[in-house]
């Protein structure tokens, strides 16, 4: 009954600063992620010019995954994950990113990562870069504003993917590299670029110059990873939030539409190979110049990826007589951002919108016609651990249970096609945008407060044995 394909990567999701801790073990450098300090669902987490002393920074123990991996993956093993997808911290490479050397101290321990994994039958599927770079590159070349970090990031991947190239098959590029749009957060613009775009007189330039560097720095990675192993599988990663407009009124629909460019720039380009026209007519428009070297255009067209890796945990609505403050707006990033009244939301003010993965699945595979994979999608929430050690989280699997539904029609129905399924932290672990611990994504609890105290104890919650029965019916039983 179930047309989900037979090698369908059901799986989980992590990115390494967030999980792994031992932030300056094994001849690890500072990354940026290093240097943020934790927040709270109400307080953005803040980017420190090196360590504060009294300060916590969550991600340097994390969830000590560095030591713990092998307990960790014999349970992802149990649950029968196919596919595990984390990122390779650049930082433990190349410690300070610009040396000629890597780090074989780092390289090593991925070894041994991947090994574990593929004992397991368990398919790494790699992120290059999570939103971190060795603190260095970004204080002393100002991250991918500067074009010598393209270098030092195709040096770094060229590294990796030689040493893994008989491991790791799945690789990603850049994650949400989109995100990065709304130039007044500047977390966004750190942690994927090195970049504090509030910082300068004209943020959407410098925004586009990175933007720039980091797609060449894509399309570069992907033209040397298929010289190093044609069977590799290489992607780009996009935040999908879908947006609709608020009414059906024509200027609700266009604006909804115009706010997608925003969403769809970066993926654009990774996969067709060229600027879309909307954005040479934008630089045009608002006097943005944009410096390109000779070879660029024919660079961007020769790395296309071979598939769209997504993240999706919510829609969001726009109304064009709305006009918010960016701190009123629901994802700070559009001022004409509204709540949509025909959907719930989580504690955190994310839509709930599973009928949006459908959409967002038929609206990228019409516009793309290449492979989908769905590398992050869950819900954060508030567990609690009973003193048994179980954990009823029946509203992870209320949320779980009915994106899948939705994205199985979009296979069965629509015929996208789609590689597999990753939801976001499989295990507990620091949250991005608040560096909670307590906003809590996992089918396994780990015993770790918002401060840091703890046993790091791993405990089975409730959607554990029902995501186990998902995968073993390869989707069927829901
Ligand atoms: C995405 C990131 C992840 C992850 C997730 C959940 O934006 O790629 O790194 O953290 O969102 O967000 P949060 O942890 O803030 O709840």
Redesign the pocket.
């Known amino acids: 009954m179930c047309s989900l394909p037979k090698d369908f990567l059901w799986g989980g999701a992590v990115?390494a600063h967030?999980l792994e801790g031992g932030w300056n073990q094994g001849g690890k450098g500072m990354s940026i992620a290093d240097v943020l300090t934790a927040g709270t669902k109400d307080q953005q987490r803040l980017i420190t010019e090196g360590l504060l002393p009294g300060k916590y920074y969550p991600n340097h123990e994390a969830i000590d995954f560095y030591h713990k991996y092998e307990e960790d993956i014999q349970l992802f093993a149990e649950m029968g994950f196919k596919c595990f997808r984390t990122s390779i911290a650049w930082s433990r490479i190349f410690p300070k990113g610009d040396e000629l050397v890597p780090n074989e101290e780092g390289l090593a321990f991925y070894d041994k990562l991947f090994d574990t994994l593929l004992k397991y039958n368990i398919e790494p599927v790699i992120t290059l870069s999570?939103?971190e770079m060795p603190y260095h590159l970004a204080t002393e070349y100002g991250g991918f504003y500067n074009r010598k970090v393209v270098d030092f990031f195709v040096r770094y991947a060229t590294t990796v993917m030689e040493r893994y190239q008989s491991k790791v098959k799945y690789w990603m590029t850049f994650?949400?590299i989109n995100?990065q749009m709304n130039t007044s957060n500047d977390i966004f613009g750190w942690t994927c670029s090195g970049v504090k775009f509030s910082e300068f007189a004209h943020p959407e330039e410098v925004l586009y110059q990175v933007a720039h560097h980091e797609l060449i720095a894509s399309a570069l990675v992907v033209k040397k990873g298929k010289e190093i192993n044609p069977d590799f599988q290489i992607g780009c990663m996009a935040?999908f939030v879908p947006i609709y407009p608020y009414s059906c009124a024509p200027n609700d629909m266009m604006l909804a539409t115009e706010s997608m460019h925003d969403r769809f720039f970066f993926t654009d380009v990774h996969i067709r190979g060229h600027y879309p026209n909307y954005i040479l007519k934008k630089w045009e428009r608002d006097g943005i110049h944009v410096a390109m070297e000779a070879g660029d255009e024919a660079i961007l067209a020769s790395g296309k990826v071979d598939y769209l890796g997504f993240?999706y945990?919510m829609s969001n609505a726009v109304k064009s007589d709305a006009n918010n403050d960016n701190s009123k707006s629901l994802d700070g990033s559009n001022h004409y951002s509204v709540r949509n009244p025909h959907v719930e939301a989580s504690d955190?003010g994310w839509q709930i919108d599973p009928v949006g993965l459908r959409y967002a699945l038929n609206t990228l595979y019409e516009r793309y016609e290449i492979p989908l994979f769905i590398v992050?999608n869950?819900f954060?929430a508030i567990d609690e651990l009973k003193a048994d050690g179980s954990c009823d989280d029946g509203y992870r699997i209320d949320y779980l249970k009915a994106h899948i539904a939705e994205f199985k029609k979009a296979v069965e129905i629509d015929g996208v096609e789609l590689m597999g399924y990753t939801p976001?932290?499989c295990i507990d672990?620091?949250?991005?945008?608040?560096g909670e611990m307590k906003?809590r994504?996992g089918f396994i609890y780990v015993d770790k407060d918002n401060e840091g105290n703890g046993t790091l104890q791993r405990s089975k919650k409730k959607s554990f044995d029902w995501y186990k029965e998902v995968i073993a019916s390869n989707g069927e039983q829901l």
Do not use: M
């Open positions: 990115a967030q999570h939103f994650n949400e995100n935040s993240s945990y955190w992050e869950g954060g976001w932290g672990l620091v949250s991005f945008t608040t906003k994504y």
